[in-house]
């Protein structure tokens, strides 16, 4: 075989080799938003759940424009990219500020909470998947950050507490050290 012929070959290997990597990343992007949508359909049908209980909540604005939101992330998932993000936060700061938060006002605590705990779950998925950040690694990032946060307040809690100690044992000292001086002052003036 010449020269001519590997390069040939070559050519034709590397041409075969970007087809099928361009191949696969069609497959993951289409497997990322179905994986996205199927997420959502579950946190859609937990926010039902709630409302299942407490039926007053499928007319309460709170519920029906959490529920919306829901919907529009299902419905363009394939649309919602990074890129699209930045440009939408940017457009954000010039539009007045979201009101949903208003619309828990007048509910009862525990239906705030799980109304809350189902929007958290619903930007945290749609973090995750505009960062390209599986579930997985995300909670594994999460785990970790909560790890160091929880060994830097024990941490900063026992220096805290010596500390303390360290003032209180001096505090104690010069209390003892002043009425030490007090009875000998007492004593040497009576004499």
């Known amino acids: 075989m010449n ?4 390069q040939g070959v070559t050519a034709l290997f590397s041409l075969i080799s970007i087809g099928i990597l361009w191949g696969l990343a069609l497959l993951w ?13 579950e946190i859609r049908d ?15 604005p709170a519920y029906i424009r959490l529920r ?3 919907n529009v992330c299902i419905r363009f998932a394939h649309k919602f990219s990074t ?20 619309t828990l006002v ?6 705030q909470n799980e109304l ?8 945290f998925r749609m973090g995750c998947y505009l960062l390209h950040l599986s579930m997985r690694v995300a909670w594994c990032l ?6 160091i946060s929880s060994a830097a307040a024990t941490r900063a809690k026992r220096e805290i507490s010596e500390k303390v100690e360290m003032l209180e044992a001096q505090a104690a000292e010069e209390y003892e050290m002043e009425t030490r001086s007090a009875y000998a002052y007492a004593a040497a003036a009576g004499h």
């Open 83 to 102: 890129t699209r993000l930045v440009v939408t936060l940017r457009v954000r700061k010039s539009l007045p500020p979201d009101t949903w938060p208003e």
């Open 68 to 70: 919306q939101s829901i």
């Open 46 to 60: 937990l926010l039902f759940s709630i409302a299942m209980k407490h039926p007053f909540l499928f007319q309460h």
């Open 29 to 41: 992007n289409r497997y990322r938003v179905d994986s996205v949508r199927q997420d959502l359909f």
């Open 142 to 147: 999460l785990d970790r950050a909560k790890q």
């Open 106 to 111: 007048g509910l009862p605590d525990e239906i």
């Open 116 to 123: 809350l705990k189902v929007q958290k779950m619903l930007h």
């Open 3 to 6: 020269t001519m012929d590997t």
